[in-house]
């Protein structure tokens, strides 16, 4: 409701109090901050206390209207989204590039690429965050980027994350994604590139990171 209400313009905080919001949020080309406590008190136990629950009714957060790095979102567990009938169960992006940091983004589904996170032409910089325990039907379990995106992942951890076809922590196709300070654990496809799946002129940097 902070969010679509019409007072709230470019710049501006939502602060969220702990608790779980079972709902799915859209910054409608908003370049807000849409934050927990822990922007406030830098506290890392509100990260897992404040939750934004898809409730399997569709995915939890979307940015499809422009957004640049001004939009933020911080300190905050995004679960339980389901994108039945497109990408992105989690967190979508398309044409778009928030700034994701803090954030815990598990048990999410999708029926087709990145049940995670779904960047598409994105340069979003990703930082801080665990994306643990995801899954795909198609590829990208935990997450997917494609058409040009460029984006940057800084000390995160993509765990336990599950692909039906390639890809279980990681699939990139036709981008430049950077991985820094970054651990892939567990991870598992049911064909190729349990960690890591890379094709159609895509590139991948690790530097400082660990692929188990």
Known sequence: AAIDDDMVIDGDTVLVQPGTYAENINYNG????????????????????????????????????????????????????????????????INSSPTLNNLIITDNTTNYEGGGLALFNSSSVVKNSIIHSNNANDTGGGIKCGDNSNPEFINCLISNNTSNVEGGGFKGNESSTSFINCTFSGNTSSNDGSAIYSSLQDVITLLNCIVY
């Not at 509100?46 to 300190?75: H, P, Q």
Request: with cysteine; glycine share 16%.
């Open 30 to 93: 908003k370049n807000i901050v849409v934050g927990s406590l822990y922007l406030t008190t830098s506290d890392t136990s509100y990260i897992s206390s404040t939750i934004i629950d898809g409730n399997e009714g569709g995915r939890v957060v979307t940015f499809e209207n422009g957004e640049t790095s001004n939009a933020k979102l911080i300190g905050i567990t995004v679960k339980n989204g389901t994108a039945t009938d497109s990408y992105g169960g989690g967190i979508y992006c």
